[in-house]
């Protein structure tokens, strides 16, 4: 797969995952962002606009909470019009890879 292949596939599959994460429970950015770059190899650049996009998008809130190593951190947690985001993409995302499956002969 070339490289530019993959950047637009995870691009496009960003927010998903980190609905995903966050419907498992709250996260603060950086923890989302290494997870993502240790599941499926996003950099953690990419992470604190789509962040600030999603608090504006009202699909995700936020608190501060001291941290022991160093300054507060800004925990985010999914609202309800998150979690109805995040049902939708998942539902629109399987569909689309059962479409492409069927079209590569894997199903």
Do not use: H
Request: with cysteine; charged share 25%; net charge positive.
């Amino acid at each position: 797969m070339t490289e530019q292949m993959q950047v637009q596939l995870k691009k496009g599959a960003l927010e998903l995952c980190v609905l995903a994460l966050l419907a498992r429970g709250e996260s603060y950015a950086y923890e989302i962002a290494s997870s993502l770059a240790a599941g499926v190899g996003i950099g953690e650049g990419t992470i604190y606009p789509l962040m600030r996009r999603m608090q504006d998008d009202k699909l995700v809130e936020t608190r501060l909470a001291e941290s022991n190593s160093g300054p507060p951190r800004k925990y985010y947690r999914l609202t309800p019009a998150g979690r109805a985001a995040f049902t939708a993409q998942k539902r629109e995302w399987r569909s689309f890879a059962d479409a492409v499956n069927t079209l590569l002969g894997e199903r």
